[in-house]
């Protein structure tokens, strides 16, 4: 199966494919934790924390859940880059 996309990197070798991505989320409210449980009741969840604390969490269009040790902030900044850096290849 071919990657049709940019991967976006999540920190620790491990990538998702960014035109996937639907939110990255800071995973300390209520809401988070209740999706991230549901997540992992329903075999949805993705650990890519790889045994760090978890710092963010990213939603899928798949809606899949995954974990990452990476802050939310410097996730959705690495997407920005990678958004722009495309942009520009397309002109």
């Given at each position: 199966?071919?990657?049709?996309?940019?991967?976006?990197?999540?920190?620790?070798?491990?990538?998702?494919?960014?035109?996937?991505?639907?939110?990255?989320?800071?995973?300390n409210?209520?809401?988070?934790?209740?999706?991230?449980?549901?997540?992992?009741d329903?075999?949805?969840?993705?650990?890519?924390?790889?045994?760090?604390?978890?710092?963010?969490i990213?939603?899928?269009?798949?809606?899949?859940?995954?974990?990452?040790?990476?802050?939310a902030?410097?996730?959705?900044?690495?997407?920005?880059?990678?958004?722009?850096?495309?942009?520009?290849?397309?002109?």
């Open positions: 199966m071919a990657v049709s996309g940019k991967l976006l990197n999540i920190g620790f070798g491990n990538y998702v494919v960014a035109d996937r991505v639907i939110a990255i989320v800071n995973p409210s209520a809401p988070m934790k209740r999706l991230k449980e549901e997540a992992k329903t075999k949805r969840l993705v650990d890519a924390t790889q045994g760090r604390k978890t710092r963010s990213i939603i899928t269009d798949s809606n899949h859940v995954i974990l990452s040790a990476i802050q902030e410097t996730i959705a900044q690495r997407f920005a880059t990678d958004t722009f850096k495309l942009k520009e290849e397309e002109e």
